[in-house]
């Protein structure tokens, strides 16, 4: 394995060394994502770095092991290693009790949303951070109790983590700093918000892309999120604009876009229904429904806070509770439609077994969508869609001229074309009068086009060279956790 590696190195020109280390008072922060796509585009990233200026280089880890991305790094030329996760007992033991009780405080007098919103470190948010992570396994989400011994193990790994990374930050000037992930609590995500005030050039390598940190905001909110000045600068009667466009409109409503795995799963052998034969499906008369909403599900562990901030605690509380508000309204027909990639994080059938589990059949308003329905018929047959941050939503304004309720801030919020609920109130106001939201304007569904061909067509997707094995997120057997 080491001579494939160092052949692949040698291959690549990834080889870097740090020159007069001692001297050196620059350093250069590579967060190790432990997967070999991210190690190489790391590497590339640092070389090309340092031929304008040189750095002493540090990678930070959250573990002893020895994963290949280290022996990539070693044969490189890199064998400076921080670990993270290392408790230091002079230093953090006092200052991360005080975090701990600080934090049970909040929890205690303001709840989980509190913790979420107002824990914050050397005055650095990162409640919604360590929430996500403690959510993103075991089914913590449905837990009834959250003050159990999987939150508190996360939240002491994470102050500790925290705690290591500043102590570093304080004694050391961090030129540049390279991260792989922009959600959870993780090395990368604790280092962008720490240096978010200093002048630290921050750059992301997610995917294909990589995407510099202009401003301290990007450390706060999702790193590609559409802006109004983006949308006014694209001209779409370009020609080649509305070419580029329309075929990646025919490959996207087809599920072809290898690349995109929730396109692929939310088409692959599904089928459109029409109008007719979904009211009989759902017996639209019989029940006497006046209007139709449909509730696009997320995956409910998936990072409810990566794109910002949202009115409920998670995605499973937004779920139960618009569940619970429809209980009585028996003239609204609730639509639930599982996320089509449920399974990746081990949540195929949840929401089938939570109807069977709360006996939800007896409620003839609240149904589940047919399982090999194309999310597209669904949109047409509803008077509107509910989400947080979830596409169903764009397409829903972009395809349809609907205008999407949204329970929280999603790469597409804010831009004219979603109703943005900044609470519960107004999010159940909207719920209950279904009637009184109007249909886009052409402007504003324009505006939902030139969302998507921004956010799909001009970000790069595709990983390069066709070095690295297709997304396998798509091909993930469903029986595996």
Known sequence: MDEIINNIVKKLNLSTHDQDLDKNKNYAIICDRVHPDYTFKSLSLINIAKKKKNFKTIIFTESKKEFISKQIFKASGLNNFYQTNKIN????????????????????????????????????????????????????????????????????????????????????????????QHCYANNSIFIARLIAKKKTKCFLISGPNV????????????????????????????????????????????????????????????????????????????????????????????????????IFKDYFEHFEQTINFFKDKKDIL?????????????????????????????????QLAPKDVKIYSLIDYVDNVTSCSGTAALETAAFFGKKPILAGQSYFSDLGFTLDCKSKERYFFYLENLKKIKRLTKSQQLNANKTIYIHECQNNWKNFGGIFPPNLRIFKKKNLP
């Open 89 to 180: 007992f002079l230093k953090n033991t006092t200052r991360l009790l005080f975090l701990f009780i600080n934090a049970l405080w909040l929890i205690l007098f303001k709840g989980f949303n509190g913790f979420i919103k107002d824990f914050k470190i050397f005055n650095v948010k990162f409640g919604d951070l360590i929430y996500d992570q403690y959510a993103r396994y075991n089914h913590n989400f449905a837990r009834n109790n959250h003050l159990n011994k999987y939150f508190i193990k996360e939240l002491i790994i994470s102050i500790n983590k925290i705690l290591n990374i500043k102590n570093f930050l304080d004694k050391k000037k961090v030129s540049l700093a390279i991260i792989g």
């Open 211 to 310: 995407i510099f940190y202009k401003d301290p905001s990007f450390s706060f909110r999702y790193p590609f999120k559409v802006l109004n000045e983006q949308i006014k600068a694209l001209n779409f009667n370009d020609y080649n604009v509305k070419k580029i466009y329309k075929k990646y409109l025919i490959k996207r409503n087809a599920g072809k876009l290898y690349y995109l795995h929730d396109n692929i799963n939310s088409n692959f052998k599904k089928n459109y229904y029409k109008a007719e034969n979904l009211d009989e499906f759902f017996k639209v008369k019989a029940n006497k429904i006046k209007k139709k909403i449909l509730f696009a599900a997320h995956v409910f562990a998936d990072g409810a806070h990566a794109c910002g901030n949202i």
């Open 334 to 366: 609730l639509i639930i439609k599982p996320h089509p990639s449920s399974h990746l994080l081990n949540e195929e059938g949840f929401i089938e077994n939570y109807f069977k589990k709360n006996n939800l059949s007896r409620y003839k308003n609240i």
